[in-house]
């Protein structure tokens, strides 16, 4: 009875991380889709806010060796005329350009940033 148990389980956590890989792709693969149909505006915006978010991974290797990395996903903040606003993935060097209170033309196509232009 508990090695049917033991199976069951095992086969229930692999059935459900391989559901959330495959639920994590279908995502990510309708978010490019939607993107690249999606119309590449230019539009007048204000900077209002910056942030990041470091991630930490431990790897572990063999005879006990195991080493830390980090990365970091770099956003911002676009506020339009019309008060919305729209959070934005950037790369790292475009982040250090940017800073809160610039004006100017941001260039996207739905949720992906093309750039900005100060003005």
Known sequence: MGFGMFQFMFFAVFALVIGVFVVGAV???GEWNKNNHSPRL???????????NVSRHHHSGTNHMSHTSTSTTYYATFQFASGDRMELHVSGPEYGMLVEGDRGDLSFQGTRYLGFVRK
């Open 27 to 29: 995502r990510g693969i």
């Open 42 to 52: 230019t539009v007048e915006a204000t900077v209002v806010a910056k942030r990041t």
